[in-house]
């Protein structure tokens, strides 16, 4: 929920800047934003983790322990750029634009194999 609130926040901000101001445009744009999160069932997410190639789940586990895209590289033996671009691959594949969303997706996928 937290990760949800910056976007959130964002729209608020845009419609506030172009005068739409009421409580209805602000309540739906807190929860349009906040149910994207919780709308992937843990099956979808099992689902796209599936789908990731092993180097993909390589980057994802380095991710996941905080690593920026440089040390990543470094970890792996490639590149940023080709970081950047498996980073790509997962957000897309994992059909989240957050690192946050990824990082519960994640998470919660761990929780259900221990």
């Known amino acids: 929920m937290p990760g949800s609130i910056t976007p ?3 729209l608020i901000k845009r419609n506030y800047a172009t005068g739409e101001r009421s409580a209805r445009s602000i309540s739906s744009a807190i929860n349009g934003k ?10 979808k997410v099992e689902e796209n983790l599936a789908r990731l190639t092993p180097r993909e789940r390589e980057v994802l586990a380095k991710i996941m322990e905080g ?8 970890a792996l ?17 994992m059909q989240t634009k957050s690192v ?9 996928a761990s929780f259900q194999k221990i």
Do not use: P, W
Not at 67 to 74: T, V
Not at 77 to 92: F, W
């Open 8 to 10: 959130a926040l964002t």
């Open 34 to 43: 906040t149910a994207t999160l919780d709308f992937m069932t843990k099956e």
């Open 67 to 74: 690593l920026l895209n440089k040390e990543i590289a470094y």
């Open 77 to 93: 033996g490639v590149s940023e750029r080709t970081v950047k671009a498996h980073r790509g691959q997962i957000m897309e594949k």
């Open 100 to 108: 946050v969303a990824l990082t519960r997706m994640y998470l919660e």
